[in-house]
DNA sequence: CTCCAACCTGGAGTGCACTCCAGGTCAAGG
DNA sequence: CCTTGACCTGGAGTGCACTCCAGGTTGGAG
């Protein structure tokens, strides 16, 4: 157990294989394991990073965020502060979007009413 | 009143100026008026289209689909059935979009209450 | 063993939504 | 008039986050 194939890092991820390699390359997804043949091996470990990235991502990070939060906790202990530095100003800024994404809602709502009121209808 | 330098509805608008241009090249925002000289003076009419740009841009529609809005609106009364309906879906969408922000802000503030639990702070 | 689906690499290409630029024109204040 | 800051055009360039490709390798089923 906890080694998963490529496709199954992919299925379990949501993310599609050629986006994990492209982390892996870039930096943000660190020396993945590989067999004596040189494919991929994906840990638990991984794929708990994996989860991390996408509920960044989903939240609008920029990938060098990202990977800067990857080189702080492969740094050490001694950079939690610095870590949860940067997750707590990413939350708000998450509130901040939350908030306008909210207000456009209720202001599309409001248009569709119009539409709805509209004589002959 | 209701005529408005380029300056002047870019600043109202929150878009730059450029993207005015652009959305006007790609026909999103259809014939601007001119003065004799050449230079766009934007409407009321004009802003009030650029609200609602800014609503359905800021819920993440694609400019293809705003396009294809404008372009219902322009032919006429006969088409509000179908504008409302695209206007609809996306509310559907939006209101996915805002169930997963929540989820992965959840997500998010769960790893910051991780990281503010670890003993040595 | 053999096969073939899944995997590998480096690098080029894509799609979106702007954003910037060069080289000129317009128009309002002094 | 003259200046100068705002404006014009067509087109090229940017940034982001992938996505695709060619050409070759791997490894588990039969």
Do not use: N
């Not at 990977?67 to 050490?76: C, N």
Request: net charge neutral; glycine share 8%.
């Amino acid at each position: 157990m906890t080694g998963y194939a490529p496709a199954e890092a992919a299925r379990r991820s949501g993310f599609s294989l050629d986006t994990l390699r492209y982390y892996e390359k870039i930096g943000l997804l660190a020396d993945v394991e590989r067999t004596a043949g040189g494919q991929r091996v994906f840990t638990d470990d991984d794929l708990g990073w994996l989860v991390l990235f996408r509920c960044l991502r989903d939240t609008g990070m920029p990938i060098a965020q990202m990977r800067r939060y990857a080189q702080l906790a492969r740094d050490g202990e001694h950079t939690v502060d610095e870590r949860l530095e940067l997750l707590r100003r990413h939350a708000e800024q998450v509130e901040e979007q939350m908030r306008l994404l909210q207000r456009q809602y209720d202001h599309l709502r409001e248009k569709i009413r119009f539409y709805e009121r509209l004589p002959g209808r």
